[in-house]
Protein backbone atom coordinates (compact mmCIF):
# COMPACT_ATOMS: atom_id res chain seq x y z
CA UNK A 1 0.00 0.00 0.00
CA UNK A 2 1.40 3.39 -1.10
CA UNK A 3 1.82 5.86 1.83
CA UNK A 4 0.10 9.06 2.44
CA UNK A 5 3.63 10.69 1.85
CA UNK A 6 4.06 9.13 -1.63
CA UNK A 7 0.54 9.28 -2.78
CA UNK A 8 0.87 13.21 -1.79
CA UNK A 9 4.22 13.52 -3.64
CA UNK A 10 2.81 11.86 -6.90
CA UNK A 11 -0.21 13.64 -7.20
CA UNK A 12 2.06 17.17 -6.71
CA UNK A 13 4.06 15.96 -9.76
CA UNK A 14 0.71 15.09 -11.56
CA UNK A 15 -0.54 18.67 -10.63
CA UNK A 16 2.86 20.21 -11.83
CA UNK A 17 2.72 18.27 -15.14
CA UNK A 18 -0.19 19.46 -16.59
CA UNK A 19 0.45 23.00 -17.14
CA UNK A 20 3.18 25.70 -16.51
CA UNK A 21 1.70 29.45 -17.24
CA UNK A 22 4.59 32.10 -16.79
CA UNK A 23 1.70 34.84 -15.06
CA UNK A 24 -1.08 32.45 -13.45
CA UNK A 25 -0.95 28.71 -12.18
CA UNK A 26 1.61 27.86 -9.46
CA UNK A 27 2.39 24.20 -7.84
CA UNK A 28 3.50 25.42 -4.25
CA UNK A 29 4.61 22.33 -3.81
CA UNK A 30 6.05 20.48 -2.00
CA UNK A 31 4.28 22.03 1.39
CA UNK A 32 1.00 22.42 2.67
CA UNK A 33 0.09 25.92 4.17
CA UNK A 34 0.84 25.32 7.15
CA UNK A 35 3.83 23.37 6.23
CA UNK A 36 5.29 26.55 4.21
CA UNK A 37 4.65 28.51 7.10
CA UNK A 38 6.29 26.63 9.73
CA UNK A 39 9.43 26.10 7.29
CA UNK A 40 9.30 29.70 6.70
CA UNK A 41 9.54 30.34 10.48
CA UNK A 42 12.34 27.94 10.59
CA UNK A 43 14.52 29.59 7.96
CA UNK A 44 14.44 32.61 9.49
CA UNK A 45 15.45 31.71 12.73
CA UNK A 46 18.25 29.85 11.28
CA UNK A 47 18.86 31.98 8.78
CA UNK A 48 18.44 30.20 5.57
CA UNK A 49 17.59 31.12 2.21
CA UNK A 50 15.50 32.62 1.03
CA UNK A 51 14.67 34.24 4.31
CA UNK A 52 18.56 35.03 4.76
CA UNK A 53 18.73 38.85 6.98
CA UNK A 54 14.93 38.40 7.91
CA UNK A 55 14.49 39.09 11.63
CA UNK A 56 12.25 36.24 13.27
CA UNK A 57 10.19 38.81 14.34
CA UNK A 58 9.20 39.73 11.01
CA UNK A 59 8.67 36.31 9.55
CA UNK A 60 6.43 35.74 12.51
CA UNK A 61 4.28 38.75 11.23
CA UNK A 62 4.06 37.98 7.95
CA UNK A 63 3.01 34.29 8.51
CA UNK A 64 0.24 35.64 11.05
CA UNK A 65 -1.24 37.04 8.28
CA UNK A 66 -0.16 34.32 5.21
CA UNK A 67 -3.82 32.16 5.69
CA UNK A 68 -3.84 30.83 1.84
CA UNK A 69 -1.90 30.10 -0.55
CA UNK A 70 -1.85 33.24 -2.82
CA UNK A 71 1.21 34.49 -4.50
CA UNK A 72 -0.64 37.95 -4.27
CA UNK A 73 -0.64 37.50 -0.52
CA UNK A 74 2.69 36.09 -0.19
CA UNK A 75 3.74 39.66 -1.44
CA UNK A 76 1.71 41.95 0.57
CA UNK A 77 2.80 39.96 4.25
CA UNK A 78 6.11 40.85 3.61
CA UNK A 79 5.63 44.74 1.80
CA UNK A 80 3.50 45.49 4.82
CA UNK A 81 7.33 44.21 6.84
CA UNK A 82 9.06 46.77 3.90
CA UNK A 83 6.73 49.58 3.96
CA UNK A 84 6.73 49.91 7.69
CA UNK A 85 10.99 50.04 7.60
CA UNK A 86 10.55 52.39 4.84
CA UNK A 87 8.61 54.89 6.91
CA UNK A 88 10.73 54.56 9.71
CA UNK A 89 13.97 55.06 7.71
CA UNK A 90 12.82 58.59 5.83
CA UNK A 91 12.59 60.03 9.51
CA UNK A 92 16.01 59.33 10.54
CA UNK A 93 19.57 58.97 8.95
CA UNK A 94 23.22 57.51 9.38
CA UNK A 95 23.69 54.11 10.57
CA UNK A 96 20.25 53.85 11.76
CA UNK A 97 18.93 54.38 8.01
CA UNK A 98 20.98 52.18 6.78
CA UNK A 99 20.03 49.65 8.97
CA UNK A 100 16.13 50.22 8.46
CA UNK A 101 16.23 50.50 4.38
CA UNK A 102 18.50 47.53 4.34
CA UNK A 103 15.70 45.79 6.60
CA UNK A 104 12.94 47.00 4.50
CA UNK A 105 14.74 45.74 0.97
CA UNK A 106 14.94 41.87 2.59
CA UNK A 107 11.30 42.12 2.96
CA UNK A 108 10.26 43.11 -0.09
CA UNK A 109 13.15 40.78 -1.51
CA UNK A 110 11.42 37.80 0.21
CA UNK A 111 7.70 39.24 -0.93
CA UNK A 112 8.65 38.81 -4.73
CA UNK A 113 10.80 35.41 -4.42
CA UNK A 114 11.11 33.39 -6.14
CA UNK A 115 10.39 35.49 -9.41
CA UNK A 116 8.72 38.76 -9.80
CA UNK A 117 7.14 37.54 -13.41
CA UNK A 118 4.01 35.60 -11.55
CA UNK A 119 2.03 37.61 -9.53
CA UNK A 120 1.25 41.60 -9.93
CA UNK A 121 1.93 42.32 -6.18
CA UNK A 122 4.96 40.46 -6.83
CA UNK A 123 6.03 42.39 -9.04
CA UNK A 124 5.31 45.68 -7.01
CA UNK A 125 7.45 43.81 -3.73
CA UNK A 126 10.08 43.95 -6.34
CA UNK A 127 10.14 47.42 -7.60
CA UNK A 128 10.02 48.45 -3.90
CA UNK A 129 13.20 46.36 -3.02
CA UNK A 130 14.70 48.20 -5.68
CA UNK A 131 13.95 51.23 -4.20
CA UNK A 132 14.70 50.48 -0.49
CA UNK A 133 18.20 49.07 -1.85
CA UNK A 134 18.68 52.20 -3.70
CA UNK A 135 18.44 54.31 -0.03
CA UNK A 136 20.38 51.19 1.27
CA UNK A 137 23.35 51.56 -1.34
CA UNK A 138 23.91 54.68 -0.85
CA UNK A 139 24.73 54.77 2.56
CA UNK A 140 27.29 51.96 2.55
CA UNK A 141 30.86 52.84 2.09
CA UNK A 142 31.95 52.57 -0.05
CA UNK A 143 28.56 53.32 -1.99
CA UNK A 144 27.03 50.78 -4.61
CA UNK A 145 27.40 53.05 -8.24
CA UNK A 146 24.63 51.85 -10.37
CA UNK A 147 25.96 50.99 -14.45
CA UNK A 148 24.06 51.59 -17.26
CA UNK A 149 25.80 49.59 -20.56
CA UNK A 150 24.18 50.02 -23.49
CA UNK A 151 23.77 46.50 -25.15
CA UNK A 152 22.26 45.62 -28.70
CA UNK A 153 18.69 47.71 -28.24
CA UNK A 154 18.35 47.48 -24.36
CA UNK A 155 20.71 47.78 -21.17
CA UNK A 156 22.96 45.98 -18.97
CA UNK A 157 22.04 47.36 -15.36
CA UNK A 158 24.48 46.41 -12.96
CA UNK A 159 26.12 47.90 -9.65
CA UNK A 160 29.43 48.34 -9.05
CA UNK A 161 31.54 48.93 -5.84
CA UNK A 162 34.97 49.82 -5.56
CA UNK A 163 37.14 50.07 -2.61
CA UNK A 164 39.53 53.15 -1.84
CA UNK A 165 42.78 52.70 -3.21
CA UNK A 166 44.95 54.76 -4.89
CA UNK A 167 45.69 52.08 -7.54
CA UNK A 168 43.48 50.26 -9.99
CA UNK A 169 41.68 47.14 -7.77
CA UNK A 170 40.92 43.58 -8.80
CA UNK A 171 37.53 42.70 -9.37
CA UNK A 172 35.13 39.69 -9.13
CA UNK A 173 31.87 39.98 -11.36
CA UNK A 174 29.43 38.20 -9.29
CA UNK A 175 26.07 36.44 -10.98
CA UNK A 176 22.95 36.23 -8.92
CA UNK A 177 21.26 32.31 -9.11
CA UNK A 178 17.55 31.43 -9.92
CA UNK A 179 16.19 32.99 -7.36
CA UNK A 180 18.32 35.81 -6.06
CA UNK A 181 18.85 39.05 -7.43
CA UNK A 182 22.15 41.15 -8.16
CA UNK A 183 21.14 42.56 -5.13
CA UNK A 184 21.61 40.11 -3.26
CA UNK A 185 25.08 39.56 -4.48
CA UNK A 186 26.46 42.96 -4.15
CA UNK A 187 25.02 42.70 -0.21
CA UNK A 188 27.14 40.34 0.19
CA UNK A 189 30.44 41.82 -0.98
CA UNK A 190 31.86 43.09 2.53
CA UNK A 191 34.52 40.90 2.74
CA UNK A 192 36.15 41.22 -0.80
CA UNK A 193 35.58 44.73 -0.04
CA UNK A 194 37.43 44.65 2.85
CA UNK A 195 40.46 42.89 1.06
CA UNK A 196 40.67 45.79 -1.53
CA UNK A 197 38.70 43.67 -4.23
CA UNK A 198 36.08 45.16 -6.35
CA UNK A 199 32.42 43.18 -7.37
CA UNK A 200 30.24 44.01 -10.38
CA UNK A 201 27.23 42.38 -9.83
CA UNK A 202 24.41 41.32 -12.52
CA UNK A 203 21.42 39.85 -13.15
CA UNK A 204 21.80 36.57 -14.98
CA UNK A 205 19.93 36.05 -18.11
CA UNK A 206 16.05 35.38 -17.48
CA UNK A 207 15.98 36.84 -14.35
CA UNK A 208 15.09 40.00 -13.78
CA UNK A 209 16.86 43.19 -15.06
CA UNK A 210 18.77 40.79 -17.47
CA UNK A 211 17.83 42.29 -20.98
CA UNK A 212 17.87 38.46 -22.34
CA UNK A 213 16.67 35.14 -21.94
CA UNK A 214 18.37 31.75 -21.10
CA UNK A 215 19.87 30.77 -24.51
CA UNK A 216 22.70 29.86 -26.43
CA UNK A 217 24.42 32.89 -27.10
CA UNK A 218 23.23 34.74 -23.80
CA UNK A 219 26.58 35.08 -22.51
CA UNK A 220 27.51 37.67 -24.99
CA UNK A 221 25.86 39.87 -21.97
CA UNK A 222 29.16 39.05 -19.80
CA UNK A 223 31.44 39.24 -22.80
CA UNK A 224 29.68 43.11 -22.71
CA UNK A 225 30.45 43.83 -19.23
CA UNK A 226 33.97 42.62 -19.62
CA UNK A 227 34.19 45.72 -22.33
CA UNK A 228 32.65 47.89 -20.17
CA UNK A 229 35.24 47.00 -17.47
CA UNK A 230 38.08 47.25 -19.78
CA UNK A 231 37.53 51.08 -19.66
CA UNK A 232 37.32 51.85 -15.87
CA UNK A 233 40.91 53.35 -14.67
CA UNK A 234 39.77 52.26 -10.88
CA UNK A 235 40.01 48.34 -11.99
CA UNK A 236 42.71 46.35 -12.96
CA UNK A 237 41.39 44.38 -16.05
CA UNK A 238 43.94 41.86 -16.04
CA UNK A 239 42.68 40.73 -12.67
CA UNK A 240 39.07 39.87 -13.03
CA UNK A 241 37.65 36.73 -11.72
CA UNK A 242 33.78 35.88 -11.77
CA UNK A 243 31.55 34.21 -9.50
CA UNK A 244 28.38 32.16 -10.19
CA UNK A 245 26.24 30.66 -7.37
CA UNK A 246 23.43 27.91 -8.10
CA UNK A 247 22.01 28.46 -12.03
CA UNK A 248 24.70 30.76 -12.51
CA UNK A 249 27.64 28.08 -11.50
CA UNK A 250 26.13 27.21 -15.35
CA UNK A 251 26.83 30.95 -16.45
CA UNK A 252 30.43 31.09 -14.80
CA UNK A 253 31.60 27.75 -16.42
CA UNK A 254 30.19 29.00 -20.46
CA UNK A 255 32.49 32.20 -19.74
CA UNK A 256 36.13 30.77 -18.31
CA UNK A 257 35.81 28.67 -21.59
CA UNK A 258 34.83 31.64 -23.96
CA UNK A 259 36.72 34.31 -22.13
CA UNK A 260 39.20 32.56 -20.86
CA UNK A 261 41.92 35.20 -21.75
CA UNK A 262 40.39 37.58 -19.90
CA UNK A 263 39.53 35.69 -16.27
CA UNK A 264 42.02 34.67 -13.66
CA UNK A 265 39.43 32.17 -12.50
CA UNK A 266 35.93 31.04 -11.87
CA UNK A 267 33.73 29.65 -9.11
CA UNK A 268 30.89 26.97 -9.98
CA UNK A 269 29.03 26.95 -6.77
CA UNK A 270 26.33 24.31 -7.54
CA UNK A 271 27.32 22.81 -11.15
CA UNK A 272 24.24 22.44 -13.47
CA UNK A 273 26.55 20.96 -16.38
CA UNK A 274 24.41 18.27 -18.84
CA UNK A 275 22.40 15.58 -16.82
CA UNK A 276 20.61 18.79 -14.99
CA UNK A 277 18.86 19.43 -17.95
CA UNK A 278 17.85 16.21 -19.05
CA UNK A 279 13.95 15.58 -18.36
CA UNK A 280 14.48 12.55 -16.29
CA UNK A 281 16.28 14.66 -14.11
CA UNK A 282 13.80 17.75 -13.70
CA UNK A 283 11.28 15.42 -13.38
CA UNK A 284 12.30 14.23 -9.90
CA UNK A 285 14.01 17.58 -8.93
CA UNK A 286 11.37 19.42 -8.82
CA UNK A 287 9.95 18.44 -5.43
CA UNK A 288 13.19 19.02 -3.54
CA UNK A 289 12.48 19.97 -0.44
CA UNK A 290 15.43 21.97 0.21
CA UNK A 291 13.38 24.59 -2.32
CA UNK A 292 10.59 26.44 -0.40
CA UNK A 293 8.53 26.87 -3.14
CA UNK A 294 7.65 27.41 -6.64
CA UNK A 295 10.80 25.61 -7.98
CA UNK A 296 9.22 24.66 -11.37
CA UNK A 297 7.39 27.64 -12.08
CA UNK A 298 10.58 29.47 -10.94
CA UNK A 299 12.79 27.46 -13.62
CA UNK A 300 9.89 27.69 -16.56
CA UNK A 301 10.35 31.57 -16.02
CA UNK A 302 13.87 32.09 -16.82
CA UNK A 303 13.17 30.20 -20.21
CA UNK A 304 9.92 31.71 -20.44
CA UNK A 305 8.23 28.44 -21.32
CA UNK A 306 4.54 27.63 -20.77
CA UNK A 307 3.53 24.39 -20.64
CA UNK A 308 5.35 21.18 -19.49
CA UNK A 309 6.72 19.82 -22.29
CA UNK A 310 8.30 22.99 -23.33
CA UNK A 311 10.58 23.38 -20.47
CA UNK A 312 11.61 20.13 -20.68
CA UNK A 313 12.24 20.61 -24.18
CA UNK A 314 14.15 23.75 -23.79
CA UNK A 315 17.10 22.83 -21.54
CA UNK A 316 18.88 19.81 -22.96
CA UNK A 317 20.40 21.52 -25.60
CA UNK A 318 22.20 24.34 -23.02
CA UNK A 319 24.19 21.44 -22.04
CA UNK A 320 28.07 21.83 -21.73
CA UNK A 321 28.23 18.21 -24.00
CA UNK A 322 25.97 19.41 -26.20
CA UNK A 323 27.41 22.74 -27.46
CA UNK A 324 30.68 21.11 -27.49
CA UNK A 325 32.56 23.05 -24.20
CA UNK A 326 33.12 20.48 -22.04
CA UNK A 327 36.60 19.77 -23.14
CA UNK A 328 38.23 22.81 -24.47
CA UNK A 329 40.51 24.99 -22.27
CA UNK A 330 39.33 26.84 -19.47
CA UNK A 331 40.20 29.73 -17.37
CA UNK A 332 41.31 28.05 -13.37
CA UNK A 333 37.80 26.32 -12.09
CA UNK A 334 37.09 25.84 -8.62
CA UNK A 335 33.62 23.57 -8.43
CA UNK A 336 31.62 23.45 -5.44
CA UNK A 337 28.88 21.56 -4.27
CA UNK A 338 27.17 19.14 -1.78
CA UNK A 339 27.40 15.37 -2.73
CA UNK A 340 23.32 15.31 -1.17
CA UNK A 341 22.19 17.90 -3.54
CA UNK A 342 18.25 17.22 -4.76
CA UNK A 343 18.61 20.46 -6.85
CA UNK A 344 21.45 19.95 -9.50
CA UNK A 345 22.91 16.47 -9.91
CA UNK A 346 26.32 15.94 -8.33
CA UNK A 347 27.17 13.79 -11.40
CA UNK A 348 27.77 17.38 -13.20
CA UNK A 349 30.65 17.78 -10.97
CA UNK A 350 32.61 15.05 -11.47
CA UNK A 351 31.75 15.13 -14.98
CA UNK A 352 33.53 18.46 -15.37
CA UNK A 353 36.67 17.41 -13.55
CA UNK A 354 36.83 14.51 -15.89
CA UNK A 355 36.48 17.02 -18.78
CA UNK A 356 38.91 19.78 -20.09
CA UNK A 357 41.44 21.31 -18.10
CA UNK A 358 42.22 19.89 -14.55
CA UNK A 359 40.23 21.76 -12.37
CA UNK A 360 39.87 22.55 -8.38
CA UNK A 361 37.01 21.10 -6.56
CA UNK A 362 35.10 21.06 -2.85
CA UNK A 363 32.74 18.88 -2.06
CA UNK A 364 30.66 18.50 1.03
CA UNK A 365 29.80 14.57 1.03
CA UNK A 366 27.10 15.31 3.89
CA UNK A 367 26.27 18.51 1.81
CA UNK A 368 22.59 19.45 -0.15
CA UNK A 369 22.44 22.27 -2.72
CA UNK A 370 25.57 24.19 -3.30
CA UNK A 371 27.42 22.10 -0.38
CA UNK A 372 25.27 23.31 2.48
CA UNK A 373 25.13 21.45 5.57
CA UNK A 374 24.78 22.03 9.40
CA UNK A 375 28.45 21.79 9.45
CA UNK A 376 28.95 23.72 6.52
CA UNK A 377 26.40 26.81 6.39
CA UNK A 378 26.56 29.17 3.44
CA UNK A 379 28.45 31.88 5.23
CA UNK A 380 31.35 29.43 6.29
CA UNK A 381 31.89 27.73 2.89
CA UNK A 382 31.69 31.25 0.97
CA UNK A 383 34.49 32.64 3.67
CA UNK A 384 36.88 29.62 4.15
CA UNK A 385 36.22 28.46 0.62
CA UNK A 386 34.99 30.32 -2.25
CA UNK A 387 36.25 33.70 -1.20
CA UNK A 388 39.85 33.25 -0.67
CA UNK A 389 40.45 30.96 -3.52
CA UNK A 390 38.81 33.59 -5.96
CA UNK A 391 40.63 36.22 -4.21
CA UNK A 392 44.05 34.31 -4.41
CA UNK A 393 43.26 33.80 -8.25
CA UNK A 394 43.22 37.63 -8.48
CA UNK A 395 46.18 37.81 -6.71
CA UNK A 396 44.84 38.99 -3.23
CA UNK A 397 46.03 37.69 -0.08
CA UNK A 398 43.15 37.05 2.51
CA UNK A 399 43.62 39.86 5.35
CA UNK A 400 40.26 39.58 6.52
CA UNK A 401 37.52 37.02 6.82
Do not use: C
Not at 50 to 67: C, K, S, W
Amino acid sequence: MYSKKLLSSALIVIGMLVLISSAGAQSWGPRSLEELKQETLRRASENLGPITGILVEDAERAMTGFDRLDQDLWADVWMQNGNDYMSRASDTSGDEARELYFNAWRNFNVGRWPTEKHSDDKRQSYESGLQAFAEFGKLLSPPVETVRIPFEDSELVAYLRIPKSDIPVPLIIGINGLDSRKEDVIAGADRYIANGVGVFAMDMPGTEQSPVLIDIGSERVFSAALNYLGTRKDIDSDRIGIQGRSWSGYWAAVVAYLERDRLRGAVIHGVGVHGYYQPEWQEHAILSEEYLFDLLPARASVYNTKTMDEFLSYGPRLSLVERGLIDKPSAPMLLVNGELDTQQPISDLYLMMRHGDPKHAWVNPMGGHMGRSEEWPMGRILSEIVEPWLMQQVGIELKSR
